[in-house]
Structure formats: C-alpha cells, structure tokens
C-alpha cells in the first residue's frame, strides 16, 4: 500500500508435541531452511531460524498486513507436513499448541539474533522452562502456568 512504512520484528517461540526432543541434529538445519523459506513466500523477512530438539526461535521481520497467528499457523502445519512427509521420524511429527511471541526494535536485531543463533551452548546452561518463563516475565505478559507448554521437568 502506498504511503505505508514499517519496522516490525517479532520472535516467536514454540515447541515440539509433548516436549519430546525430536528435531534431530542430521536434519534440523533442513526444516530451519524450510521454515524461513515459508516466511519469504509470506512475503515477510526471515531474520534467522533456530532452535534445539525440543523448541524452536524464529525472527523475522513482518508487514502489518501479515497476521501474526496466521504466520506461525502456516509455519508450524507446513513444516510438520514437511517433517512428515520425509519421514525423518517412525512416529508422526507434531508442534504443541500454542506460541510465544516477542516485539522488538531496529536496534535490538543484532542481539536477538544472536541469542537466537547461540541456542545450543544457551541450552547447555539452561532450561527451556527457564528460558520461557524469563521472556514471559521480561516483557510482562501476563500468563497462567496451566497453559504453558508441556515441560519436561
């Protein structure tokens, strides 16, 4: 549309059914590419893609004309499929319900980027649940633990 600026950049988080550590190093990287490749086909602009086995980070840059749910809705029923369809897996393949996502600046890209590409040495140190609940704390959003992710504990 004409005459119409923006900067929006979001994270979003979300993780594997159950929790279960299913995203395997020999093809992870693959479904990362797949995932930012949705994105593009959106339109919108994948920052980076990256996560571990049980969980995954995406940023990227939106349109307002991008709907934010409608976004990680493609992304997790089209990467599932993919998931599936290769057979990377004897089970089926599913994402749990549910969604985190964070808002930040131009000049936060950098930083977030980072943490996002650091994953694994960051996941040595800590928890999922830790990660989580300190980005729900951190941006103040509100939340009852009754409908956060299944956590392995």
């Not at 005459?3 to 279960?20: H, L, M, W």
């Not at 990660?131 to 504990?153: I, N, P, Q």
Request: proline residues 1%; glycine residues 4%.
């Amino acid at each position: 549309m004409a005459n119409t600026f923006s900067q929006i950049y979001v994270q979003y988080v979300f993780a594997v059914k159950g929790r279960e550590n299913l995203l395997q190093k020999p093809w992870r990287d693959e479904v990362f590419k797949y995932i930012s490749g949705i994105i593009r086909e959106k339109k919108q602009k994948a920052i980076i893609v990256n996560g571990v086995s049980d969980h995954v980070h995406v940023f990227a840059g939106i349109q307002p004309s991008q709907n934010i749910s409608d976004l990680i809705r493609d992304i997790k029923n089209n990467s599932s499929n993919y998931i599936n369809e290769r057979k990377y897996l004897k089970s089926k393949f599913r994402w749990q319900e549910g969604y985190g996502v964070f808002s930040y600046s131009q000049s936060q890209i950098g930083q977030v980027y980072q943490y996002i590409l650091n994953q694994e040495s960051h996941h040595a140190k800590r928890t999922f649940k830790e990660e989580y609940l300190e980005m729900l704390t951190k941006f103040e959003v509100e939340f009852d633990e009754k409908y956060l992710f299944d956590w392995l504990d």
